[in-house]
């Protein structure tokens, strides 16, 4: 396989910054994969609940904000890795306030639905 371009600029980072940085964008990933969970067990097992297409659309939302969790990941950890090999400080990213934002509204949605039970 091809080493992307970046990965051939500055200055290799110390291998115990690269090791935290890959740590991290696994929590990521793991994180994204609980969120896919949830989507998948409230899509199939959530019988009690109604109306039907509102559970569908919040499996759907847990699934989208999965994907774009994992997308994100990737980009935090290229952009860290990016930063490390030259020097600079790491980026900043909203990707923590948009993800606790968006579990929030998922979590009330679900609340909501089981005080209409």
């Not at 200055?11 to 990933?29: Q, V």
């Not at 559970?55 to 994100?72: D, F, G, K, R, Y």
């Not at 020097?87 to 990707?95: M, T």
């Amino acid at each position: 396989m091809r080493e992307p371009r970046w990965r051939r600029e500055g200055e290799e980072p110390d291998y115990r910054f690269s090791l935290a940085n890959e740590r991290t964008f696994l929590a990521w990933i793991r994180t994204a994969l609980s969120l896919l969970a949830g989507g998948v067990l409230l899509e199939q097992f959530a019988t009690r609940l109604s109306p039907r297409a509102a559970l569908v659309t919040l499996a759907t939302s847990l699934a989208v904000l999965a994907a774009l969790l994992s997308l994100i990941a990737y980009v935090r950890w290229r952009a860290n890795e990016i930063a490390m090999r030259h020097k600079r400080p790491l980026p900043s990213s909203v990707a923590l306030p948009l993800l606790a934002l968006a579990v929030f509204v998922v979590a009330g949605a679900i609340a909501m639905l089981l005080l209409r039970q």
